[in-house]
């Protein structure tokens, strides 16, 4: 079955950056789409930014647009690059995959990562 391993939440001040990452295992087939989704307190989970590895395409959440970059550093692993950061980033970072397309919604996606906290001070 597949797993995710996130890494690299921490407490930084604002300004400051960070680097998640995100490996998963057991995947056998191509085409799989990972990201990262973030929660915090009384909010609803929402997406950060995905990116699909058959080809690389990438989608950001518009609080996430040039201050974040997602990439792929092996076939099954991806970073997200953090910089900038804003007390309103402060939260609990997922990653997310499924074997497939990317969609927005945290619903469509099948594997879960345990998360990894980010939190940003004024």
């Known amino acids: 079955q597949v797993r995710l391993a996130e890494s690299g939440g921490g407490s930084v001040q604002a300004g400051g950056s960070l680097r998640l990452s995100c490996a998963a295992s057991?995947?056998?087939?191509?085409?799989?789409?990972m990201g990262w989704f973030r929660q915090a307190p009384g909010k609803e989970r929402e997406r950060v930014a995905h990116?699909?590895?058959?080809?690389?395409?990438t989608w950001y959440d518009d609080s996430a647009k040039d201050r974040f970059t997602i990439s792929q550093d092996a076939e099954t692993t991806v970073s997200l690059q953090m910089n900038s950061l804003k007390p309103e980033d402060t939260a609990m970072y997922y990653c997310?995959?499924?074997?497939?397309?990317?969609?927005?919604?945290?619903?469509?996606?099948?594997?879960w990562g345990q998360g990894t906290p980010v939190t940003v001070s004024s």
């Open positions: 990116i699909y590895t058959d080809g690389g395409r």
């Open positions: 997310a995959a499924r074997g497939g397309y990317c969609y927005r919604y945290p619903t469509e996606y099948t594997w």
């Open positions: 057991g995947y056998t087939k191509t085409g799989i789409c």
